[in-house]
T-cell receptor, first 111, second 114 residues
Framework: EAQVTQNPRYLITVTGKKLTVTCSQNMNHEYMSWYRQDPGLGLRQIYYSMNVEVTDKGDVPEGYKVSRKEKRNFPLILESPSPNQTSLYFC??????????FGPGTRLTVL | AQSVTQLGSHVSVSEGALVLLRCNYSSSVPPYLFWYVQYPNQGLQLLLKYTSAATLVKGINGFEAEFKKSETSFHLTKPSAHMSDAAEYFCAVSDGGTASKLTFGTGTRLQVTL
């Protein structure tokens, strides 16, 4: 089954404790993205990747890092999480036509 | 830079009534346009997309949208609402050249009442 998987689905952590949210896709898509969803703001792109070892900033990259060492994986790293990063995070992979397939989401709470 | 405006953060319709969710975009190049739906506690699912072919696009679950370049609009419609249509709907635009650079609107929550 074609899908995008994220782990963990739920995470509660404390300020400053480094964390990684994993994302994996099995559709051989070149493009992958990370978004955060906040009430009233819709989805905002954090980072995207057009291929292995090629990443670029989206609209809200501050406080986040990504890497793309393999085509299927695109982890999101928060080196020092802060409460304003409490949000719902989605990973997506896409075709060249921009049709994005979304993972189930990761709800992060930073205390 | 591209942007999307969705008029109305909440829309309420009666079951069986017409659904109209508004989306206006701005883009410096011919856009690709999308509507996604998000059911409670789920990820986003593609409803339909416009990629410069037919201006009237049909999607899943009876939804359709019409691309109007002169109005820079891509409104989503469904002739007859069903209770199962209650969800949040997002319009999104891509410039087509960079497939992964997708800009979303702020979303419209659709409520369907008996």
């Amino acid at each position: 089954e074609a899908q995008v998987t994220q782990n963990p689905r739920y995470l509660i952590t404390v300020t400053g404790k480094k964390l990684t949210v994993t994302c994996s896709q099995n559709m051989n898509h070149e493009y992958m993205s990370w978004y955060r969803q906040d009430p009233g703001l819709g989805l905002r792109q954090i980072y995207y990747s057009m291929n292995v070892e090629v990443t670029d900033k989206g609209d809200v990259p501050e406080g986040y890092k990504v890497s793309r060492k393999e085509k299927r994986n695109f982890p999101l790293i928060l080196e020092s999480p802060s409460p304003n990063q409490t949000s719902l995070y989605f990973c997506a992979s896409s075709t060249r036509a921009g049709e994005q397939f979304f993972g189930p989401g990761t709800r992060l709470t930073v205390l | 830079a591209q942007s999307v405006t969705q008029l109305g953060s909440h829309v309420s319709v009666s079951e069986g009534a017409l659904v109209l969710l508004r989306c206006n975009y701005s883009s410096s190049v011919p856009p690709y346009l999308f509507w996604y739906v998000q059911y409670p506690n789920q990820g986003l699912q593609l409803l339909l997309k416009y990629t410069s072919a037919a201006t009237l696009v049909k999607g899943i679950n009876g939804f359709e949208a019409e691309f109007k370049k002169s109005e820079t609009s891509f409104h989503l419609t469904k002739p007859s609402a069903h209770m199962s249509d209650a969800a949040e709907y997002f319009c999104a635009v891509s410039d087509g050249g960079t497939a992964s650079k997708l800009t979303f609107g702020t979303g419209t929550r659709l409520q369907v009442t008996l």
